[in-house]
């Protein structure tokens, strides 16, 4: 059995085959919200960070910098089926299969896509080989939703820009897409 054991191996098999797609530049892991102090707000701001090691963390919301940025981030809990070895010796192992819902987040700047122009219609592109990449991924379970639109509504959760940010120019593709990921865990009867 080749399954993710945890939650964080399965979305670094995801992000292994995101990075393999034309226009993809940083592909992140799972996010932690950090509250933060951004100019022009009063009070802290959720904002995306990933650990990227050494007590340093990336700022995962979009910008002009890049190509691209896709990040993932989970709010629900897992869902387990805990099934005991089966009667008259048939398994020696127990078996947790978990089902976790996480979103996928991605920002691309079309402007640094060789080949752009306003007329392209590059956002469907993006869109038909996003899904056909993630339908290769095993643990990928489920493919939800596709939502698209402008920053402040697909990066709800977050706040994508203060004062301080001269970033996020048009033209851009943003979008989220709701996924489910399975991880399974054998351990070996005592």
């Known amino acids: 059995m080749n399954e993710p054991r945890t939650l964080t191996e399965a979305?670094?098999?995801?992000?292994?085959?995101?990075?393999?797609?034309?226009?993809?530049?940083?592909?992140?892991?799972?996010?932690?919200?950090?509250?933060?102090?951004?100019?022009?707000?009063?009070?802290?701001?959720?904002?995306?960070?990933?650990?990227?090691?050494n007590g340093e963390y990336l700022d995962c919301r979009p910008s002009d910098l890049y190509k691209s940025v896709i990040f993932f981030a989970s709010k629900d809990a897992e869902k387990n089926e805990y099934n005991q070895a089966a009667p008259f010796g048939h398994s020696q192992n127990h078996i947790n299969r978990a089902r976790r819902a996480v979103t996928?987040?991605?920002?691309?700047?079309?402007?640094?896509?060789?080949?752009?122009?306003?007329?392209?219609?590059?956002?469907?592109?993006i869109k038909i080989e996003l899904?056909?990449?993630?339908?290769?991924?095993?643990?990928?379970?489920?493919?939800?939703?596709?939502?698209d639109g402008s920053i402040s509504d697909v990066?709800?959760?977050?706040?994508?820009?203060?004062?301080?940010?001269?970033?996020?120019?048009?033209p851009y593709a943003c979008f989220s897409l709701?996924?489910?990921?399975m991880t399974i865990e054998t351990n070996p009867l005592p």
Request: aromatic share 10%.
């Open 11 to 53: 979305l670094n098999r995801v992000r292994d085959k995101l990075v393999t797609l034309t226009w993809t530049d940083i592909v992140q892991g799972r996010v932690a919200l950090h509250a933060e102090k951004l100019a022009g707000q009063d009070r802290p701001q959720p904002k995306p960070m990933v650990h990227v090691g």
């Open 178 to 181: 709701q996924l489910t990921v």
């Open 131 to 147: 899904k056909r990449v993630l339908e290769t991924v095993r643990c990928v379970i489920a493919i939800g939703d596709y939502n």
């Open 155 to 170: 990066f709800k959760p977050f706040v994508v820009s203060d004062m301080d940010r001269k970033y996020d120019r048009w």
């Open 104 to 125: 996928l987040y991605g920002w691309v700047n079309l402007a640094k896509l060789p080949g752009y122009d306003d007329n392209s219609g590059f956002p469907e592109p």
